[in-house]
């Protein structure tokens, strides 16, 4: 290996499909509830926060978007002169992958890669695939997720689901400071996704106006670490202020 020794590490910064990431992070994966398994790199987007990043070998829809990762290694770029940059079409950005971004991590000096980080789970196509039922929200134009694994999830009937309800979630995000406190629970439109026990399907109920928004489906898909067979359907319950009174909220009616 090279220079180790020296202090100066290579900045590097990365996009997510063209979206400046402004932050990532190296975790293990985990493995029967326990953090063991290989390096996994985790991105921030500023909207939906923290997502594993994954080789795009498990989507549940083959229409769904794909993660494209692209790297610049800024400390070299910054090194390049005029000329030299004019002459990379990419602006000195590479395409990378998952595997690959671990690799040029790990050379940089970020992280150390034992002999175990290769470990079992991580033979290319098998992703350890851990799906959460959950619930979750569309608002102010952000994805407000809580997910829980199916193994601590609680029954309803047929179904197993997230432990607590809207109101409850939404109450304690209120006194986190994390969503207004004059905002209602059911204004903005929102939804759940429970593991239906005898068919062993997934089963996502939300809003029309998430349903519409397929971008926000493969996100919340994403955000719960879902499998490929999800039913995606309404309910009645999960009509936003929007759905149910029309969208003359904010209308002035005057003196
Ligand atoms: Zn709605």
């Known amino acids: 290996m090279h220079a180790m020794h020296e202090s100066k590490k290579p900045e590097f910064r990365f996009l997510l499909n063209g979206v400046v990431i402004p932050e990532i992070r190296i975790s293990r994966k985990c493995v029967n509830g326990e953090a063991t398994g290989s390096l996994q790199i985790e991105v921030r987007d500023e909207v939906i926060g923290w997502m594993t990043l994954d080789d795009n070998s498990h989507l549940c829809d083959k229409d769904l978007p794909r993660f494209e990762m692209s790297y610049r290694n800024e400390t070299e770029w910054a090194k390049l002169s005029v000329c030299e940059r004019h002459a990379d079409p990419d602006h000195g950005w590479r395409k990378t992958s998952d595997r690959k971004l671990l690799k040029i991590l790990e050379t940089a000096g970020y992280i150390e890669t034992k002999k175990d980080s290769m470990s079992t789970d991580d033979k290319r196509g098998t992703r350890v695939c ?60 929102r939804g759940r996704v429970m593991f239906n026990r005898i068919d062993g399907t997934y089963v996502l109920l939300a809003d029309k106006c998430i349903l519409n928004q397929k971008g926000i489906v493969s996100m919340i898909l994403r955000a719960l670490d879902l499998p490929k067979t999800v039913t995606v359907d309404t309910d009645g319950h999960y009509r936003c202020h929007v759905c149910l009174y029309g969208d003359d909220t904010d209308e002035d009616w005057g003196e």
């Open 130 to 189: 851990k799906p959460r039922v959950g619930i979750f929200w569309l608002f102010d134009e952000k994805l407000l997720v809580e997910g829980t694994p199916v193994s601590e999830a609680e029954p309803y009937a047929n179904h197993l689901g997230h432990p607590a309800g809207h109101p409850a979630v939404w109450e304690r995000w209120q006194k986190l400071g994390s969503v207004p406190k004059d905002v209602p629970y059911d204004e903005p439109p």
